[in-house]
């Protein structure tokens, strides 16, 4: 049926840069990417122009965008905010929950639903997230909104279907029954908000546990273990992802959260398949300056955006108000990555973490044609999901 060609550009692959192959779509799939010796007369050509074609990217954690937040919890406030996200160049994305009652998460679970049965929705699953902080950690959250895991409130979580990242403080009661479920839900399962210790981690890890959210942030260190728990002095989560191979963490790569050296050692500790780039974006993505919520819009904690990044009012940082084509400039900026293992952090390592790799996160025959032009300095020129260019133009 339909075929698009992506000719002139420098593709991106996992591992290289292939300059001047082409990118055949048939029917939404990447047919074969390479050289080709003729193309029907049917195919739509897009001229790349010296351009890179890049795998669209991928956010494993995400809050809002455009004014909205995925809390919101109504079908226009999940597709604006997804709409901010893919004008940045993001094609697959999980909604994440914050803190807030049961019967928000349930709403916001609900609307995203409704929203990825929408042509072209991002949508690939849901990252549920909040509310199963530690009180010590629950961060920019709002802190009512936070509690343990119950197998009660979670089944009914699960039984939307949509919930594909699951994260846990692993240091809470009812922990490990709940990662054991996530697990069992074939969830990725994370750990963040949270202050656990090595021994908790090894416990929360043999349960199925296997990343952990933005790393450095609101997680647990040796000194606050030490507080904790005392001498001797104890591993924490840091020390446990960077020993265990099988684990993958996430860096908020805005230049605000995390100076250049961390990324650097994030990504050198870590290496680009078991390091993901994520935006971590709140609702002021793309809006001005000012006061607004983290999380549902009547119930959410207020935070101050200056315009480069989200202000708790304590002093300490609220999330990111940038789009991943942000994330990725600066990721190249400032660490030695090469732009091939840049953008394998914001694409392939999130599919292959959240387990939809075989469908998207790269671009190879048989895959979506989740397709993002970038210019040479890697700036959002054309987004297509599944074959079909989206429109990014930003609304007035
Ligand atoms: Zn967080
Ligand atoms: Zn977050």
Redesign the pocket.
Known sequence: MSHLAFVNGTVITPDRLLEGATVVCRDGVIESVGRVRGLSKSTTIIDSRGAFISPGFIDL?VHGGAGADFMDGTVSAVLAACQAHVRHGTTRLFPTT?TGSPDEILAMLTACQLAQAQPLSPIAGVHL??PF?AADKV???AATGRRDPTPREWQRYWKTGIVSIATCAAELPGAIPFIKAAAKQGCLVTC??SNASWAEMAQAFAAGMRHV??FW??MSSVPSIRQRLGTPMQGSMAEFVLMHDEMSTEVIADGYHLAPELLEFAYRMKGPERLCLVT?ANRALDMPSGEYRFGHHATGSIFRSDGRVGWASGGSLA?SVVGMDTMVRHTKRSTTASLPEVIRMASLTPAERAGIATQTGSIEPGKAADIVVLSTKLKVKQVFIGGIRVDTKKPR
């Open positions: 954690h914050t997230y909040g902080f961060g920019c959250h963040g908000h959210d933005h942030c609101a971590d999330s």
